[in-house]
């Protein structure tokens, strides 16, 4: 299997790639932005592409290595380099490491913020162009002034940790910030604009998006305080870099710090690298030894388990099935995708509507997997590459609609799944099914509401008959004529005399002329079978 490492990663994680049977790891460094074509040419197989902010998994990258590529992992936090949408419809898992380089880069947001209120860049270039500036390069304290924190996330947390210990007073924007955490943080949660009012220092840590992109621009920065300093170590286009530029110029911005840019690399005559008071860096928040061995082994090691079926940790576009919750989870989903599969093959009529609902002690569980798991089941017969990643995207490209239900009702077992399909002459298919016994078995505990009780894999025909005398002798002789042996046998029916449901495992499957005959059989209303 191949592992395109697109972005320089720590060795950590290359060699822990390099020590797993049937990887071969091809590192390409450099190669997305200097040889294209080359790139994709390499790209085109590969089972996981490893990337940290240089190299781009586009729609076209992601179509190149399809269908072998099970994983995209970014060393790092900001997945802005990959195309989330095109990765979830080819069932591609993308996955960051949250965390390993939030203090590496709290640091160097620190350290900016230092370097705005003391010119140490420009006392360190003066010195070594032999010059001795002392009365042109004074500054400012952090000591009593409010720095306001936009994006109170990991990295804009520890930021506000650092700068309580400075004696500064801490305002906050962030939609998502709970009182509690606020608290907890010792600072103030504020509004935008009072944020903007109010504040000395500004720094932003927030991901860009559409509500993010140019928050900071000419408008935002006339209501600011006179000699403002602003810091983005987040991503470029936070602040908008033509208006920051005229803000500096004016003086309205004293002094500013930049670790990200709208494009990188920052071009060569930019004229941010001229700006008087602007203090530069060129992409490194992360670049720290610890925070490059934390997000380099943690890549490494969480798209190693993807590729191999284990746990999925930090997944950006489906829900995360760390190895605790894949142990609490696993056993239901097997069960999961035969119910889905179950109502879609059932179905004899086209299938508008799913309704799902969970009952008993599995309704703590985590409704979202296993509602991915009974959809996988669903579309096995319908799309080829359904996965995990994909179900959702797939179902609502369908038009059909998943509503999802937890019941306290109480039923006959523990814990009980129910998947019904609405079909769109108004008759409804549905499957119920539970696990038992301490081995966790799947069980099929009822279809269409009549109780039987099958293990749902391989093959099982479904036949509805009226329930009349030496129907079980004729389906049975016929399936035996046939070669096919039967495995188990469920019978159930809703009255003597009334509609029957009989359910045969069978070894093998029936040939079109046995099914024929079975259908021939007056009696039967349905026969159909189904393959788990
Ligand atoms: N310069 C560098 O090398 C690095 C940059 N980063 C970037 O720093 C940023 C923050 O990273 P983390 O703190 O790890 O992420 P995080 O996800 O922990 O925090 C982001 C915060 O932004 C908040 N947010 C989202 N939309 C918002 C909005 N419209 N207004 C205000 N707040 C909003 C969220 O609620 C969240 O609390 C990301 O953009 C990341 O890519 C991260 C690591 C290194
Ligand atoms: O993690 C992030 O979001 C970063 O911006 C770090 O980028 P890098 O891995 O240093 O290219």
């Not at 590729?307 to 950006?316: E, K, P």
């Not at 399936?479 to 009334?498: C, P, T």
């Amino acid at each position: 299997m191949k592992i395109l490492v697109a972005d320089k990663i720590s060795s950590i994680g290359v060699d822990f790639l390099k020590q797993q049977e049937g990887f071969e790891v091809v590192e390409a460094y450099g190669l997305y932005k200097e040889d294209y074509s080359k790139f994709l040419e390499l790209a085109k197989g590969s089972s996981a592409i490893i990337v940290r902010s240089d190299s781009k998994v586009t729609r076209e990258v992601i179509e190149t290595a399809a269908p072998e590529l099970k994983a995209i992992g970014r060393a790092g936090v900001g997945v802005d380099n990959i195309d989330a949408e095109a990765a979830t419809d080819y069932g591609v898992v993308v996955m960051n490491t949250p965390g390993g380089n939030t203090i590496a880069t709290a640091e160097l947001t620190f350290t900016h913020m230092l370097c705005g209120a003391r010119p140490v860049p420009q006392g360190a270039q003066s010195m070594r162009e032999g010059r001795w500036d002392r009365k042109i390069l004074g500054g400012s304290e952090l000591f009593k002034k409010t720095l306001g924190v936009c994006g109170m996330g990991r990295i804009g947390a520890e930021v506000a940790k650092r700068a309580k210990a400075f004696g500064m007073e801490i305002l906050a924007y962030d939609p998502y910030l709970s009182a509690n955490k606020a608290e907890a943080l010792g600072v103030e949660a504020v509004e935008l604009e009072e944020l903007f009012a109010n504040s000395d220092y500004i720094t932003v840590h927030m991901p860009l998006t559409d509500a993010t992109r140019g928050m900071i621009n000419a408008e935002s920065i006339a209501t600011m305080k006179d000699g403002v300093r602003l810091f983005n170590c987040a991503r470029g286009g936070i602040i908008n870099e033509e208006d920051l530029l005229a803000a500096l110029e004016s003086g309205k911005v004293a002094a500013a710090g930049l670790d990200v840019y709208a494009s990188e690399p920052l071009a060569e005559d930019h004229p941010f690298r001229s700006a008087k008071n602007l203090n530069l860096t060129p992409h490194l928040g992360a670049s720290t030894e610890e925070a490059q061995e934390s997000v380099g082994l943690e890549i490494a090691e969480s798209v190693t388990s993807v590729i191999r079926g284990g746990g999925i940790r930090n997944a950006i576009n489906m829900p995360s099935l760390d190895e605790q919750t894949l142990k609490t989870v696993g056993p239901y989903l097997d069960l999961c995708s035969a119910l889905g599969s179950l109502v879609q093959q059932l179905a004899l009529e086209k299938i508008e509507k799913l309704k799902i609902t969970y009952s008993g002690k599995i309704v703590d569980l985590d409704a979202n997997s296993l509602t991915r798991g009974i959809i996988k089941g669903f579309l096995k017969d319908i799309s080829s590459n359904a996965n995990f990643v994909n179900a959702l995207v797939i179902m609502e490209r369908l038009g059909l609609n998943v509503d999802v239900l937890k019941s306290s009702e109480e039923t006959d077992y523990t814990e009980l799944i129910k998947v019904e399909a609405e079909c769109a002459n108004g008759e409804n298919v549905s499957a119920e099914g539970t696990l038992i016994g301490k081995g966790n078995s799947p069980r099929v505990v009822a279809i269409n509401g009549r109780e039987v009780e099958v293990e749902p894999h391989g093959c099982m025909l479904v036949i509805a008959n009226s329930d009349e005398l030496g129907i079980v002798g004729k389906i049975g002789s016929i399936i035996g004529k046939d070669g096919v042996n039967i495995a188990a046998m469920s019978l159930s029916r809703n009255e003597v005399g009334g509609v029957a449901l009989n359910i045969a495992s069978l070894d093998s499957d029936l040939s079109d002329a046995a099914m024929d005959e079975i259908k021939s059989i007056e009696a039967i209303k349905q026969a159909k079978v189904v393959h788990l």
